[in-house]
């Protein structure tokens, strides 16, 4: 139970990172969900290691490496500063490291949540997460509703990163999008079913919300 309430948390603090990260684009805020983050990662990794998991490494790993190989060798050959090579390896905004490790990351902490939680606490933390990330998109529309801006789509944040959070935007629905279809996968039947469709029907208008947001802020990247 411990360890599904704390996946949940890790679920919950990246959600708010990148919430913040598309509201502020570079702005100096929300730094500390990250290291939140990365500790829920880690005690459920402890966990469930010293619980018997064992690391297994799939067909696809050759191919993952080889790609990691393949851009670290571009990244020598292109990179022209100590700050592109971070920029471009673990930045939030277009690390490809960085992308990668918070990827394993979020299925370690679905799979911890699915296993180690029973179905009406799965269902309540699907929900918040759902709630969470609507009501944050819901805040986005209004800041810019209260600053005049709802009407010219390339000014919609205050700031010109409109394309950084449009990219940030789409990480987000995809995850919605990837809940979405589980949530009636394997529907089950009676209580199940209806809280499965249930759960459907706020992922898909989550989902709706984050997409609209995502036009508005006239990115080309958004979904």
Do not use: H
Request: glycine share 10%; proline share 2%.
């Amino acid at each position: 139970m411990v360890v599904a309430v704390v996946a949940w948390l890790g679920l919950l603090f990246l959600s708010g990172f990148l919430w913040t990260k598309i509201a502020f684009g570079t702005q100096g805020t929300g730094w500390l969900y990250l290291p939140a983050f990365g500790a829920c990662v880690v005690f459920v990794l402890v966990v469930r290691v010293f619980g018997g998991a064992q690391l297994v490494f799939g067909r696809s790993a050759p191919w993952l490496a080889l790609f990691v190989f393949w851009f670290l060798i571009r990244l020598i050959l292109d990179a022209s500063t100590i700050s592109d090579v971070l920029g471009y390896t673990i930045g939030y905004a277009e690390g490809i490291l960085f992308a990668v490790a918070v990827g394993v990351a979020i299925r370690l902490l679905l799979d911890a949540l699915s296993e180690s939680a029973p179905g009406m606490l799965r269902w309540w933390a699907a929900m918040l997460l759902l709630a969470f990330n609507m009501w944050s998109a819901i805040q986005v529309e209004e800041a810019a509703v209260v600053a005049g801006r709802l009407d010219r789509r390339y000014a919609f944040l205050a700031n010109d990163t409109y394309q950084l959070s449009g990219a940030l935007v789409s990480v987000l629905a995809l995850i919605l999008a990837a809940l979405l279809v589980r949530s009636v996968y394997g529907q089950g039947q009676g209580m199940t079913r209806i809280l499965n469709w249930s759960l459907f029907a706020a992922a898909a208008l989550t989902f709706g919300v984050i997409v609209r947001v995502a036009q508005l802020l006239g990115s080309n990247s958004g979904p």
